[in-house]
């Protein structure tokens, strides 16, 4: 891209916005260098002041720039991006759980959609029991007020504080308290992950079901991933599905959008011929 | 939920939000009517102004309601809703290609998301001849300033204006250019859709992926699904592979995030015993 084109099909300030982007991920517009003002901007572009606003909204939402109070416009350090691969992620998870402590010990599944190692790794598991809503009943096809466990996790690399993911787990507590190690949260990370933690308890999941969803970030949320509330949140709800047609865990991920991705592949049946 | 219970563990506004969003779902407020001010949901709920404000951005944000200027919030029409599970949709789109005319006349794959008929939705397309840029020279695997077809499609609901989706397609223009009915965009809608249009070019896919995002709306985007710009959308940009490995098409769907959601299903493979 060299300069805005008239004829090109996108509008304007998305032109400019992704020459500035260009600009930031070379490093020209090196992190913590305040941005040019929008009047140097509408200058230098041919732009309208509004166009130019919208390009550095733009710029906040792809979480490139911060806005500081009356003091303009920074550019951000680079944040981690994750690009998860659930397609392949969900039987990788069911694979490992047969592996010996050893390998199960050595990567997890945040590693694997990341490319970051355990020692980059900071992670927090919190639990407590709480008693089913109803939405939250119907989801595991329990009676309203059932006890459940309910397992809030938040994985950051250790070069940033903010988390990549939020994510709050539910199982039904009769279900898991057979296993008293699983009630305790001393014992995150898991070596093998939930899947391995229900093998435990004798089940194997035969399906996982994801609902994908956007919207913007709680106040709460925008804090906790330190993101502008300008950032939308992708939300995965992932149910899992037992061998016997049991649900035995609902889990909401919530991650910023300005930095992840989701991929689902699709592997199509051939024609006959 | 009968009130705001402290024991819950979700924040009050939320709590209060969702008790507004059932009484809207249940019709106790239907469409049109005038939401009950800051002060008396302040009062009838015990929650400070904060939390009520709180609450009713999150009414606007699941698009139930709607700030009017200068004039209070309203309950918005419910809006036609879309689950979109494309695990299936795909192979299910493949099989048809290979059926009759007549039978792939009948549906289409927006109505296989909404369970609205034919007779119900209004289709618009918009083909266009453009020049490839850096971005998308590269999801095509061809050279930068390659000849491309631009296809922008939108489909709503009769019962409503705004569309369910906004869809952008490319393809190699020389490719599909060997069957000069695909240039034409009065054939629209093509039974059969894309799959059977590069069928009559003697292509079969082998594989889609997916890469799903969410960010706010351009104000483009806001004005076209006619959404609050504090709804997110959600974007999947899908890449067909053929048989042979070469990208055909590249396409770039926008949902309204208030109404929108996708499904991904994945079956495990049996621990052997």
Redesign the interface.
Known sequence: ?TGVHGR??R?RY?QLAEELRAKIMSGELAPGTLMPSETELADTSGLSRTSVR?AIR?LR??GLVRAEQGRGTYVRAPRQRVRRR??ER??WE?DR??LDEAERLKTGAIEHDTGLTVDDLKFHAEY?R?DA??EMAAALQVEPGTPLL?RVYWTSSRHENPPLTLSYSYLPYDLVAANPDLLDESKEPWPGGTQHQLHTLGI?????????????P???EAELLDIDP?????TVRKTSVD?TGRVVEVADAVMP??R????????????KT
């Open positions: 891209m090109d099909w509008p998305l919208n733009q939402e792809w659930n397609t969900y039987q069911k759980v047969l407590t709480v809503d109803e309910r194997e999941l035969d399906r996982i079901d994801d609902v994908v969803r956007a919207r913007p709680s106040p709460d300008g950032v939308s949140v992708l061998t959008g300005d992840t991705e989701l991929v689902y592949s699709h592997k199509l049946q051939r024609w």
